[in-house]
């Protein structure tokens, strides 16, 4: 199985880092954190990439066989 972990952080740290864009005030600030995020967000598409990931695949599956796929 492939480990995500690297990924789930990054997406994590992204998520932290367009909250503080957000709440970000100061136009240095914004300038600073909008370029971070950006960063992040190709860092995400480099791993997609490197896991062999396609991100815009849709799953396709409904509850009922997703359950039963991962319960097998």
Do not use: K
């Not at 600030?29 to 791993?47: F, G, K, N, P």
């Not at 062999?52 to 039963?68: A, H, K, Q």
């Amino acid at each position: 199985m492939t480990d995500l972990s690297h990924l789930d952080a990054l997406q994590l740290n992204l998520s932290h880092e367009r909250a503080r864009l957000a709440q970000a005030t100061r136009p240095q600030d914004i300038a600073l954190r909008t370029v971070w995020v950006a960063q992040y967000e190709r860092e995400i598409a480099a791993e997609y990439a490197f896991l062999g990931i396609d991100p815009n695949v849709d799953c396709d599956l409904s509850d009922d066989e997703l359950l039963s796929e991962l319960s097998a």
